[in-house]
């Protein structure tokens, strides 16, 4: 039991509890410091957990996608005609920039709740789809198994965070929304507190 009480003293937490219980009836700077460090209703921020553990795992698949291209490439080159080996290694140049910005998007999107990076996400996902598709079924490319077997993986990636993206998007655009209605809520409340 005094381990239990020592651990409850330690973490801080009896004081936050005796705050609160000191102080029932909130103060306009109470309301002002806890909008501030956002744990006011509606200030939740709403993280998409399977688009999160989707582009997790994406991040670390990509290297290994990466190395996997070059290899492949320098592998096939020889053998590819003249405006292949142009459009495969155009592609490939595309691609990694494109993989590159959207998993950053992504992160920063999903994150930090910015609808405008997770919407610039989704849309180079889109882009990249057809791209990988490429890669894929294009048999005058010469397409290597362990490309293809990558390259599988890469679009099966894709699709989920297709998927995934626009659910997020939907309901970072509804949490947004509630917010925007809940502080035009707390300026009136604001306003009734200060006259």
Known sequence: ??????????SGVR??????SEH????NSDYNRLRSINLLPGA????FLPLQMSLYFNAFYSPLWLVTLVVTLQTKYAVLA??????????????VIVE???LYLGYQGNLREKIPELTGFWLLTLLQTPLT?????????????LERAVNIVLLLFLLAQLLLGLRALQLMVKAQAVKFHLSQFSSLRDETVTN
């Open 1 to 10: 039991m005094s381990t239990v009480t020592e651990l409850f003293t330690r």
């Open 15 to 20: 004081q936050r509890v005796g705050g609160v």
């Open 24 to 27: 029932p009836v909130r103060t």
């Open 44 to 47: 939740d921020i709403v993280i």
């Open 82 to 95: 003249t405006h292949y080996q142009f459009a495969t290694i155009l592609i490939y140049i595309v691609m």
């Open 100 to 102: 590159t910005a959207r």
């Open 133 to 145: 598709l490429y890669l894929l079924v294009n048999m005058d490319a010469v397409i290597l198994p």
